[in-house]
């Protein structure tokens, strides 16, 4: 027995099978677009782990004059994508100003945030700032410091030691700003005042 398939009943196989492979390719696509608007729509993971670290670093920040306004040291950096931050072990800045000698600011690590402009120092914070002809030697203590290199200012809620020449100066909460020559202690202020030697 011989059977012929009939001319309409291959147009209908063959249109079968295309709207066939079109629906099955259309499931495909609106699959993919639903995940594409899942995924936008749900929030973003922050990045909590550093994207790179440099080890022994030196950076230096200019002022708009061209010369340096500090330049910050460390055994080792590690930048964070998620807030633009960098973490720094045993930092060592230098700050320069005019009419005074560098000022030097130490602590067990920092944190360096908003384009570089505001560098926070924790544990067994320490400023030093040398002698110079019109002023004695200038020491700070602290648990933790916020610096404003760009205000030439700085400032702590925590308690403070300050050591001008032989006089000494204790407090909690302090800010200070160079540029202005403000300075203030917000309590718990005590002094040691020790007036410097006569000149001959």
Do not use: C
């Not at 230096?60 to 040291?73: S, W």
């Not at 080792?76 to 720094?88: A, I, N, Q, W």
């Not at 030691?161 to 202020?189: I, R």
Request: charged share 20%; no cysteine.
């Amino acid at each position: 027995m011989k059977i012929t398939a009939r001319p309409g009943d291959a147009i209908r196989v063959i249109a079968l099978l295309v709207i066939t492979g079109a629906l099955a390719l259309g499931s495909l696509w609106l699959v993919e677009v639903m995940q594409r608007k899942t995924e936008d729509s749900l929030p973003r993971a922050v990045r909590t782990d550093p994207d790179f670290y440099v080890q022994h670093f030196n950076f230096v920040r200019m002022a708009k004059t061209g010369e340096p306004r500090y330049n910050l040291t460390g055994s080792e950096l590690k930048h964070y994508p998620g807030d633009d931050s960098y973490l720094v072990q045993t930092p060592v800045m230098h700050s320069y100003g005019k009419d005074r000698p560098p000022m030097v600011s130490t602590s067990r690590y920092a944190t360096v945030k908003n384009n570089n402009s505001e560098i926070r120092m924790y544990d067994d914070v320490h400023i030093d700032r040398p002698a110079s002809a019109t002023k004695p030697r200038f020491q700070l203590k602290t648990s933790y410091l916020l610096l404003l290199p760009d205000e030439d200012a700085m400032t702590t809620p925590k308690p403070v030691e300050l050591q001008q020449g032989a006089s000494v100066l204790t407090g909690t909460g302090m800010y200070a700003n160079n540029a202005t020559g403000e300075f203030k202690l917000d309590g718990n202020v005590k002094g040691q005042y020790q007036a410097p030697p006569a000149k001959n």
